[in-house]
């Protein structure tokens, strides 16, 4: 409006404005700079100039390293370029997994879950929370009630569900299947407290109304379910799904929680449990960033398209 | 199909920890509803007319009584099992689907009479040889054509592809009423249709709802708080005050002839004018005038009496009444008198009377149409016939 009292605007804004400044915009855009950066040094901050090479060999297009290898006739020495990182081997797909198998899996559950709470009556106070406290636990103090239901041969879970001999989840002899299997079941199931609560205030906002003319239009339940629950809960479904999918990509706590130090089920299977965050942390460790930034701008991206996608989607199907 | 309440009763418990009393929101209701007609439940605000529709519907269960459809005791159906259409007061109706859809809803659910046959092409005939009939759904064609007929009745043909959200109240109106409609329930109940339209609309919609009704032939029970509306198009009202019933019958007929003040007072615009009067042995008094003969030996005592405004005779050779004219409005035909009397409940008497007649402001006197007032008890405030 009064364009002299823009000073006071931008004075009012200050404090936030700096402070998104120096822990947001400016990393952000220094991550992106160093990952253009070939060879970058973090301890002298110095480097060989602009590349594109971290990129191709985060992804695996380029030999991150020739290694002598005897030729299979001549048993000369021959250098051979090494393509595939452990990014490729497990951070990206095991990243993709957990994406693709927990957010859709948990998001169903919870939606299960609140709409049975909603439609009882008795004790649903308690109920909700009994469902919550997860949410409030500490996430490390879980992970470990997870390492031992998920103990050796003879662990809770295999004991409830009477799975047989030998089945290890994530010891030292589990392998990658079962390792990654005990992964998504905690991450499910540590997801699941937020996405009830959301979805049940969603539910409790709709109006009963609804309900009454669809049960004098004689619907029976999973239509009522199906047709009008779900198509009036999609802002909240959305929200969900654009949350746990932005959370999944990023996941890294949860391996920490389940398999301590090192991502992995046991030190012959080095890394086996990676995930792109995972890696990104593990390189500012060993003077790697310029990879890790190339990482972490490449998962930005992805998860940038993905949110874009599911917005567009949704402009056709949620209903506000 | 004719509806039959019996002493029906709903009891909302109150809590005591908050202080909040039990409410009777309906209180041993016992109405006939005659088949084919359009009945008006009409009451002020909180009197149970929404409680009663939702109980004829089954989404509340009466705290005692028993609602017969027919011969059919439906007391303990399911709203399901009912065969009802209703029109929720703010519609409900489905916001994210288009009209088409909302219209079309109830009809996936029905099941329909399908002759069963063997393959042989024999009809399949059970031990008396009657043909065998099993359930089936509504084909997608059948489904296509009901929507389209029932948007024809209600003629909202145009506003098919719409959202709720973008048609006006009137068209979300008669969304609502062919959602009811589509199924071809057996009882069609209105909760308030009118109370979210305009005034012009309302009385267009009202008219819509007559010829709806009319055209279908279908059960009708009408909830409204305005008596003009229930008075112009019902065939029968039902008048309530606090869950109670107090009159039923044709609306001239309730108009014409109330039973107690309270549905003197409800009926009618404008509104019935009171006054404190009295019974003596010879007559009813109004301050000093003699408005009526007791001809059937009342007891003295107050009592309340009622003129319509159209009952004041001016301009003949009659004077029993005697009020101040303080304004006088003429509008086309009529006049509309502003009078003031200090037995008069109200701190203005409305008269309407024929524009012929010359009126000006200044102490009057008048006759009164003995068909147009009514004598109440003072204490029960139920009519005393003379
Ligand atoms: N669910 C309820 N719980 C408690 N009291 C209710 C409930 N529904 C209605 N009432 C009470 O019952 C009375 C009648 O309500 P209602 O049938 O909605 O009136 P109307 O439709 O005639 O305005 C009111 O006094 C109202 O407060
Ligand atoms: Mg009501």
Redesign the interface.
Known sequence: MQSKNNWKAWLYLAPVLILLSVFTFYPLINTIGISFLKNYDYMTQTSDGFTFENYAIVLGLQPYRYMPIPDEVTGELVQTPMYITDVVKFAIPNTAIITFVTVPISILIALAMAICLNSITSLRKVFQTIFFLPYVTNGIAVGMVFSVIFAGNSGIFNAIFGIPEPNYWINVSADWGHGMFALCFYIIWKSLPYKVLIFLSGLQNI?N??Y?????????KM?VIS??TI??L?PQVLYITITSFIGAFKEYDSIVGLFGTAPQTSPSRPNNMLTIVYYVYNTIGDNRVHYGSAAAVLLFVVILVFTVVEMQVSKKRV?Y | MEIRLKNLTKEFPGDPKKNIPDTVAVDNLTVTIPDGELVGLLGPSGCGKSTTLYMIAGLKNPTSGEIWFGDQDVTNLTPEKRGIGLVFQNYALYPHMTVYKNVAFPLPNIRVEKPRFYRSGEPVLDENGNQVYSPRKLTKAEIDALVRSTAKLVQIEEYLDRKPSQLSGGQQQRVAIARALVKKPRVLLLDEPLSNLDARLRIQTREEIRRIQKETGITTVFVTHDQEEAMSICDKIVVMKLGVQQQIGAPQEVYNDPHNLFVATFLGTPPINVFKGRMETDGVYIGSDKVLENTRGYKPGPVYVGIRPEGFIFGGDRSEFGMRVENVTVMGRDILLNASNPACTKPLIKAELSSEIKMEVGDVRCGIRPDKIYVFDGETEERLYL
């Open positions: 109006d109304q609804y009454d003319a669809a049960k004098m239009d004689s619907a029976p239509r047709k009008i198509p009036l999609s209903h």
